[in-house]
Every structure is written in C-alpha cells, then in structure tokens.
C-alpha cells in the first residue's frame, strides 16, 4: 500500500526527505504521462474544496489538478453564498461535503482549522492554508519548483524575504528546507520577522541568519523567495502603512545577484517583484505556479490511490 493513500496533509511538519521525494518522483511522473494515460488516475473521484479566505491559484489548480487526473471538483469558493452564511458551523459543513466527495481541500482563516476539520471528515483533508500557520501543499510545490529549476536543493543559499511573521508559507517552506542541507538568509523589517515560538523549532533543522538588509547576502544568494505584506492579518492598519513597501525587487537588485539564481514568490504579488522583472530568466514563479498543478496532481492520485498511480 503507498504511505499517502487516505492521509491528511495537515502540516508539512509530517513530511521527512523521504516522502519528499516520493512525491517529487510521482510528480515527475504526473508531468511525464500523456493526457489519456493520465486522465486515468482519479477517474470517477470527486474532490471537494471549502475556501474561507479568497485564492485564484491554490484552487485552481486543485481544480486543474482533479481534472488531469480524470476527477472532477465541486466547492464553495465564496462562504456568503453557503450554509456558513446563516450560522453552520465548521464542522457541520466539512461532515457534509465530506460526504458528497472523496478528498476535500480546505482553506480557513484560524491556525488549527484542517487539524480540526480531519478529526470531523469522513474523507482525507489537504490543508490549503490555516490562518498564519502553514500552507504545505505551497511548500512542497516550492521545493519541487527549487529541485526543477536549480537541479538540487541541498548546499544552495536561499533568501526569504517579506512578511515573515504572518506568511503562512514561508513557515512551510522553512520545516520543508530542514530536511535538506541549505543555509537560509532571513531579510524582514524588525516587526515582520518569524514568530519567535517557530524560530525555536526551527533552530534545531536549519542554519539561518536574520537581517533587514537585503543587500547584505544577496549576492551569494541560488535562490530568493519574495513574499508578500500580509495586510489582511495585521491587528491594526498603522502597523501596516509602517511596512508597506519595505522591500521592491527590481532589475537594479537583480543585477546584483549571482547569474543563475532564481526568484520565487508564492504570488499573488502586489508591489515587492517588480513587473521588469518578469521577462528574465531569473524570474520562476510563473513556472512555480505551473509546478504547483503537477504537484498537486500527484498528490491526489497518491491519497486516492491504495497502491499510487
Ligand atoms: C499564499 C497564501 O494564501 O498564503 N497564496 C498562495 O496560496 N499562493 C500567499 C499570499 O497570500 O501571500
């Protein structure tokens, strides 16, 4: 029986390196199979996605996914227009939709929400993001996407800048990386710096530095990972106008770095990468975007697989 099928995927925390590269190793696969070979995979399954926070590409390319494989999707993408308008709650609804799918992807706005939604589903839960906590799903398409474009992950130099208190995927990324061998350079306005409660965890997986200076290692730099002002998590919009805008990613800062390195951002982007940017052959994240599909894909055919695809 493969290890995937039927299981959650609540916390990259659950991953070890190993069952990191199954997944890549399926993913490749995924990528390798024509469409009718496939469009086997999931045929005749349903998977069911439950957003409470707004997403273009994480949906989406669940839904893309489920159809490459041979599934198809149904959901609630906009909460108003759903039971959760009138007062149902969490669990009544995930019970529900569980009933009418055989995976379900859930996105929510409180850390703990897919760990409290697994214990109520009838059907395995894919965390698409609780609240500041994790995204793992965007974690394991960044790994992949850094294995693809840089041939390898371990002994690369990674940056990881923005919001790094509130971004919810780059605390994924962090507990992803610590199963390679990568020094990581953390670049964030003082307020913005990784939560102090999951520094200390992952202390014990990863060598790290911290600063606000951009400039500081970016020449060194394989890999720098752009994230976004998570405006909508701040307590209080002063603090926000405070940090808006601390770091833009232009062609000056590019010029800087190493020839081959790569930028990546979970998008969407507001103003931190600049557009002229877009047209290098340094700039991944469109490709990321598209990775991500793949990944996905050969996630849902590994859960909803006993023996994997
Ligand atoms: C991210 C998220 O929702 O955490 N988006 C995504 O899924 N690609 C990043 C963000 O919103 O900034």
Redesign the pocket.
């Known amino acids: 029986m493969n290890e995937f099928y039927q299981k959650d995927i609540i916390s990259i925390k659950e991953f070890d390196r190993e069952k990191l590269e199954k997944i890549f190793a399926s993913t490749d696969k995924i990528m390798q199979l024509n469409s009718t070979e496939r469009r086997k995979i999931c045929k005749g399954n349903t998977l069911a996605y439950l957003f409470y926070?707004p997403?273009t590409?994480?949906r989406l390319s669940f839904d893309s996914a489920m159809a490459s494989v041979g599934g198809n999707s149904l959901g609630i993408s906009d909460i108003t227009s759903s039971s959760a308008q009138k007062g149902e709650s969490l669990a009544d609804t995930v019970r529900i939709m569980s009933i009418y799918s055989d995976v379900l992807v859930l996105r929510h706005t409180l850390d703990g929400s897919s760990k409290f939604a697994a214990e109520v589903s009838e059907k395995p839960i894919i965390n698409a993001?609780s609240g500041t906590e994790e995204?793992p799903t965007?974690a394991i398409q960044d790994l992949f996407t850094i294995k693809k474009e840089k041939k390898k992950i371990d002994g690369l130099k990674i940056g990881i800048i923005g919001d790094l208190k509130y971004?919810?995927?780059v605390y994924s990324l962090l507990h992803g990386l610590g199963n390679y061998d990568v020094d990581v350079h953390l670049i964030s306005p003082e307020s913005l710096r990784v939560r102090s409660d999951s520094i200390y965890e992952i202390k014990k997986k990863l060598s790290y530095t911290e600063s606000t200076d951009i400039e500081e290692y970016i020449d060194e730099l394989d890999v720098l990972y752009v994230?976004?002002i998570?405006k909508e998590r701040f307590p209080d919009e002063e603090e926000y106008l405070k940090v808006k805008g601390s770091y833009v990613v232009g062609l000056d800062l590019l010029k800087q770095m190493k020839d081959d390195s790569i930028i990546l951002h979970?998008?969407?982007r507001l103003d931190e990468i600049s557009t002229d940017i877009d047209n290098t052959k340094n700039a991944k994240y469109f490709e990321q975007a598209e990775y991500g599909k793949h990944v996905r894909a050969a996630l849902l055919g590994l859960i909803l697989n006993e023996n994997g695809f």
Do not use: C, I, K, M
């Open positions: 926070e997403s590409r994480t993001g995204h965007q971004g919810r995927t994230t976004r998570q979970p998008l969407p």
